[in-house]
Each structure stands twice: as structure tokens, then as C-alpha cells.
């Protein structure tokens, strides 16, 4: 539960925490300043390349990750494709993508202990402020790693819903949700007690 870390290994696992996190912060400052779609074509076919690199069973993990997106990428088709856009958001579902597609690369090849390490070291700043560095970090790598959770999370339940019903389930999802998002943190709540707390 608190690793997201893909077991095929590959180069950039070897490649430390803090690099990796650092090239990440600036690609994506890149990509969101990127405004043609030559250019985030161009970043699309790069973070591919990137991904491939590491090998098909790698890169299939890496896909499989991207799929929670695809409801979020129609959505944004249509509402773009209704406003009068003819490339119908071409270009804002291409940097979503390349930015979650690199964000997945980081994670799956950086273990969660390595993040908590670099976050710790920059939360110290807000240790004389009143907030423990390390409990800062682990806040911030949870979040990291529950994002991609509580989106399997609602697909599995919108796949459980269109199974019993021919209804859309749009807002119908936000309660299961919540509450498996409540079941999992009381979950690693109970698992970090027993492990003596943050400290």
C-alpha cells in the first residue's frame, strides 16, 4: 500500500531520488509553458521515448497506469469540441498526459522511503514554524501515493455500478469513494501505529 515503485527493474532506478525529483519539478514547469502542438507533440514523443526505455513490461505497467485518465481525457474532448475547438483540446489532454505519464515514470522507479528522504530535507525550513519536517514528508509522499489509488479506486467502483445499473453513476461515485478513501487512511493510520508513529 505505501509503495508505488513498478518491480521491473530499469536504469533510472538506479538514479537517485532527489535528480529525479528535481528534472520533474522543471519538466513539468517546461511542459505547462509549452503552447503549440509541434512542441507538446514533441514532449508527448519524448516521455514515450523515455518510458520505452525501460522496457515493454515497463512501459505496459507505465500504460496501464495512464488508464484512470481516459474519462478525464473525454471529458475535455467534448467540452472543447462543443466550445468550437477544431483540434477538440488537443493540446491541454496532451500536457495532462506527458505531465501524469512523467509524474508515473518518477514514482515507479523511485522508492517511497527515497522521496520521504528529499521531502524531509526540504520541509526542514518549517521545522521552527511548528511542523516536524518528517511528518511534512510522509503528508506529502502519502499524497503522492494515493493519488493513482483513489483512482483505481473509483474505477473499480464505476465498473461495479454500470454492472448493476444502465444509469451513469456520475455523482453517485463520490460517497464509495470517500469512504474507501477513509478505509485506506484508517488503514496506514493503524499500520504506522503499530510501527511506533512517525516520530
Excluded at 503549440?36 to 514523443?45: E, I, M, N, R, W
Excluded at 496501464?64 to 475535455?76: A, C, D, S
Excluded at 519536517?133 to 494515493?146: G, M, S
Amino acid at each position: 500500500m505505501l509503495t508505488l515503485t513498478c518491480p521491473h527493474d530499469t536504469w533510472a532506478h538506479r538514479i537517485p531520488a532527489g535528480p529525479k525529483m528535481a528534472v520533474l519539478g522543471l519538466w513539468t514547469v517546461a511542459l505547462f509553458s509549452l503552447t503549440t502542438l509541434p512542441a507538446l507533440l514533441t514532449a508527448s514523443v519524448a516521455i514515450t521515448t523515455l518510458i520505452l526505455s525501460g522496457g515493454l513490461p515497463f512501459a505496459r505497467t507505465s500504460a496501464l497506469m495512464l488508464r484512470p485518465l481516459w474519462p478525464f481525457v473525454l471529458i475535455v474532448a467534448l467540452w472543447q469540441g462543443w466550445m468550437g475547438d477544431p483540434t477538440w483540446g488537443a493540446a491541454p489532454i496532451l500536457r495532462l498526459i506527458t505531465a501524469v505519464a512523467a509524474a508515473n515514470f518518477v514514482t515507479m522507479t523511485t522508492r517511497l522511503t527515497d522521496m520521504m528522504a528529499v521531502l524531509t530535507r526540504l520541509a526542514r525550513p518549517f521545522g521552527p514554524l511548528g511542523l516536524p519536517p518528517r511528518r511534512l514528508a510522509l503528508a506529502l509522499a502519502l499524497v503522492i501515493r494515493f493519488i493513482p489509488v483513489m483512482l483505481q479506486h473509483m474505477q473499480i467502483i464505476r465498473l461495479a455500478f454500470r454492472a448493476r445499473s444502465p444509469r451513469r453513476p456520475g455523482w453517485r461515485l463520490f460517497v464509495p469513494t470517500l469512504l474507501a478513501a477513509l478505509d485506506d487512511a484508517e488503514r496506514v493510520a493503524e499500520a504506522l501505529r503499530a510501527r511506533g508513529g512517525v516520530g
